[in-house]
């Protein structure tokens, strides 16, 4: 099928990238030039395990093109639109770029083609878009289709993802973009992957409250942490033990520095924007509360640092390990692990930090750290080791070995990820989260 994707950031390429690599012939716009020709040239805009090889794949077959001009979108029957949705400053969403693309894409709309939404945006919005389209071009039909990508595993979960939600009218209409989406998914669909088909409304909800629930379970996790750490508990025990529970599960109930990246932190915030303007803020209230609890982990790692250090960082030199908000990603958008290091810095401490691909993009960010080109160099004569992202590189790290280079041997482990007993017989103070 032909397809156009509408934004080429992380959703946008991995999407492009992916549908080329189901068989569908494919066309992506950015107004970025710079982006276009960096992808143009098969190079991933930023690092996600799988991309460089689908996008090359594709690249070859011929089955895409990436261009900024939106004119050549024309003839696609499915348009995908893929664009940001960044937080404004009063915590809701901006649609600014969601609204360009449309209006954009809207003048290049033929009748009996679809636009499908992907961005993540404050229920309603789908609706409003749809009166837009059908009235700019009648028999065009916008539609929503969340995306639930992870970064790290963003290709799998776009070619097979754990569920299809299609968000769509009722009537002719909304068959008719049943049928196109199921067209463009085949190759799932075939591996009986659930598809639901729903209202736009709640496509739009289904999004925001996956994100809203994740979040919960974190920070419920790490509340438990904090309760745990004044008793002298073990939260990971804990978690092991109420997750056998099939109702609760063990997944996402790991306790540490809390939720960042590009999707929770500002999912939750507009969520509750949007529950306020539609009046019923006292629905959402609690995510408030989820997120003060996500950013007071940062604090207490602050805290606990200065505390391994006799009280004050100052002219003590701490290895920061791990900046990414999560492992196998360079991104470090609201990255926990990147505001510790900050932190720290800006109390005085000197900071060494590596990260084994977030580097260049901390750098944009924080140009004042010290980044160290490996784990063994942010090692060498360190008063203090923090753990912050947990990359298999750092959990595979020879106690012993590390032993041999830090000045003092003291590790906070902000991700408990590493093998409590190995550091505490190497001789480390071991400091984990909530245990
Ligand atoms: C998230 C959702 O998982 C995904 O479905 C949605 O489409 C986009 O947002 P992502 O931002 O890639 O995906 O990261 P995710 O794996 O969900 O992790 C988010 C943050 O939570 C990370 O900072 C991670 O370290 C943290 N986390 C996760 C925990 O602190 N504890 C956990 O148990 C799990």
């Known amino acids: 099928m032909r397809i156009s994707v509408i934004g080429c950031g992380y959703l946008g390429a991995v999407h492009a990238a992916s549908m080329a690599k189901l068989g569908h ?34 690249l070859a077959s011929g089955r895409i ?25 009063s915590g809701a969403a901006d649609l600014t770029y969601v609204d360009a693309a449309v209006a954009s894409l809207t003048e290049h709309l033929s009748p009996g083609e679809f636009v499908v939404g992907k961005s993540t945006v404050p229920v309603g919005t789908a609706a409003r878009l749809a009166e837009d389209v059908s009235r700019a071009v009648p028999g065009a039909t916008l539609v929503w289709n969340p995306e639930f990508l992870r970064e790290g ?12 939600v299609y968000g769509v009218p009722s ?37 925001v409250s996956a994100n809203a629930f994740l979040a919960t379970k974190i920070s419920f996790i790490n509340a438990m942490a ?9 939260v990971t025990a804990l978690a092991d033990a109420i997750g056998h529970d099939a109702r609760i599960g063990r997944k ?26 539609l009046g ?25 640092a200065a505390q391994a250090l006799g009280g004050d960082v100052r002219g003590k030199r701490v290895a920061v390990l791990g900046l990414a908000f999560k492992p196998n990603s360079d991104d470090v958008r609201d990255s926990p692990s990147l505001d510790i290091a900050a932190r720290l810095l800006e109390q005085g401490a000197e900071v060494a930090a590596y990260d084994p691909e977030a580097i260049p993009t901390a750098r944009r960010v924080h140009p004042e750290l010290d980044y160290v080109d490996s784990a063994e160099a942010a090692l060498t004569g360190a008063d203090l080791v923090l753990v912050l992202t947990e990359w298999n590189e750092f959990r595979a790290l020879d106690a012993a070995t590390v032993a041999g280079l830090v000045a003092s041997p003291v590790v906070i482990d902000g991700r408990n990820c590493l093998d409590r007993d190995a550091w505490r017989a190497a001789g480390f103070a071991y400091h984990g989260m909530g245990r």
């Open 25 to 58: 012939d494919v066309v992506a716009v950015d107004v970025d030039p710079g982006k276009i020709e960096r992808l143009a040239a098969g190079e991933a805009p930023f690092f996600e395990p799988g991309l460089p090889e689908i996008l090359t794949e594709a």
């Open 65 to 89: 093109r990436f261009t900024t001009d939106m004119a050549e979108v024309a003839g696609a029957r499915v348009h995908f639109v893929a664009v940001g949705t960044p937080q404004g400053p």
């Open 153 to 164: 595993f963003a290709v799998q979960d776009t070619i097979a993802p754990d569920r299809l």
């Open 171 to 207: 009537g002719p209409e909304g068959e008719a973009a049943v049928a196109a989406l199921d067209e463009v998914y085949a190759v799932a669909l075939a591996e009986d992957t659930p598809r639901l088909v729903v209202d736009l409304a709640t496509a739009e909800l289904v999004k």
């Open 226 to 234: 904090e309760i745990a750490e004044v008793v002298g508990a073990d």
């Open 252 to 277: 996402f109930l790991n306790a540490g520095l809390g939720f960042g990246g590009g999707c929770l932190p500002k999912d939750i915030r507009a969520f509750q924007a949007r529950a306020t303007e």
């Open 280 to 304: 019923v803020g006292e629905s959402l209230a609690f995510l408030a509360d989820i997120d003060a609890i996500n950013l007071r982990r940062r604090a207490h790692v602050v805290d606990l």
